[in-house]
């Protein structure tokens, strides 16, 4: 047997049924009411019911079991009969699909493994394959890959309408389900049991690990702001080691793609584990949108996105540095708006900064509690800001000559807006200012004994 060969008719257990033609169904019944002349023979010799025997005449349909019985009894080799086979089935009277088997392995297979183990399953009873996804797209490429595979175009599909999007769940029969469930799909609910990546696809091509990690990354995976892709599964606190080694083989199926040093961790909450496998750095991710990528559009879009600011950041050696003090050149921002000035985190700009002032480039124009809150300047920066032991008296100051809003103190004192309605809520607090109109830029302020006169 070819050593791609996932599944065949040896693999079947007593549930299968299969179809064959008309005329091959009437043959073998005919041969077989020959060779025993009576009906009771027939059915101690098969160890079945008449009436079985009568339907395979009439509709081909019989058990897979039962079937070999008869070729046996015939004296008819299985690879003689396998062509006449015609579809397969998992009762009488069910869905049925066309003779897909031997099923061989291929990258779509290897898709409809992966959205098994992500938004799809196979239910625990029926066996039924259900996927659920509110991206058209997604449930496209399913129907595609089930289409290439088993033949079948004809799923049962519902639409859910929720307050902004449609989910669109589909449903196949459940010999599809049992067949994927051969080749080593999980049954049932997964938070709730073990399983793994099958070997077929850790040790297959890597057409066949590209369309797994693609299909799983496109139903669990996500794409953040802060440059870093992620997969995150969930299991129940039993199950946590086997989420840990399936989280592992992802990790070595990327690994064999050159994206390495991913890390892997556990979050725990009151009933559940959740584990996040995380991507970073802009040469992994850069690496991941050219082996892998996704089918989802919204996240392809989002890391292109992601990928050609980051390039334009990195574009050269230093040019953080030099974006940096060109702005602050212009006048004094703080640490958020540094950030996004140069489209990087809050604590990575810190970081820039800290090594800024410690080359003695820039200061901090007064200390704030938070590190973000920081306003920062040249080091020969002399504009007229306010310490902050001065600020207080100096606001107060400019308000006893005239009503000022906090735009107007912003511009006087070249200070953040948010720092002067901080110092503003704190003398209003201590009763020595107070709001008294409310302008087009926000409130006027004044002190309080000033108003009352």
Known sequence: MNSKVLTDFKHLDKNFFVKVDTETSKRLVKSLKEKYK??????????????????????GVINFEMFNKIINELSISFDDIRDKIIAIKT??????????????????LSSLLAHVCGDGGLQRRSCRFEYTNSREEIIKEVKRCVREVFRFDE????????????????????????????TGAPRGRKTTMEFEVPEWVMKGSKNIKR???????????????????????????????????????????????????????????????KGVLRI??????????GEINFNHIK?????????????????????????????????????????????RSRSNTYRWLIKLEKEREIKRLFPTRHKTEITWALEDYNGAYIPLHDAFNAI????????????DLSKLFDMNKTHILRYLRKLEV?????????????????PINFEKA
């Open 91 to 108: 009762g009488d009277r069910g869905n049925e699909i066309p003779n897909v088997l031997p099923l061989t392995v291929s990258g779509e």
């Open 280 to 289: 970073s750095n802009l040469l992994r991710m850069e690496k991941f949108a």
């Open 38 to 59: 009576l009906w009771k023979f027939v059915e101690s010799k098969i160890n079945t019911k008449l009436t079985n025997i009568h339907r395979m005449k009439e509709t």
């Open 299 to 343: 996240r392809k879009e989002k890391l292109e996105a992601l990928l050609k600011t980051k390039r334009r950041v990195y574009k050269k050696g230093g040019e953080t540095k030099n974006i940096i003090l060109n702005e602050l050149e212009r006048k004094p921002f703080s640490t958020i708006e540094i950030a996004k000035l140069i489209k």
């Open 155 to 182: 799923p049962y599909e519902r639409r859910i309408q929720k307050t902004n999007t449609v989910i669109t769940k589909i449903i196949y029969p459940s010999v599809i389900g049992k067949i994927l469930k051969l």
């Open 396 to 407: 107060q100051m400019v308000l006893e000559k005239e009503r000022k809003t906090a735009n």
């Open 211 to 273: 369309s797994f990690l693609q299909a799983l990354f496109d139903d669990e995976g996500s794409v953040e702001k802060r440059f870093l892709i992620s997969l995150s599964l969930n299991k129940h606190y039993p199950f946590e080691g086997n989420l840990l080694l399936f989280l592992n083989q992802i990790k070595e199926l990327l690994e064999g793609f050159g994206i390495d040093t991913i890390s892997v961790s556990l979050r725990k909450n009151k009933k559940e584990v």
């Open 430 to 446: 201590e009763r020595k200012v107070v709001r008294v109109k409310r302008e087009k830029n926000g409130f006027s302020w004044t």
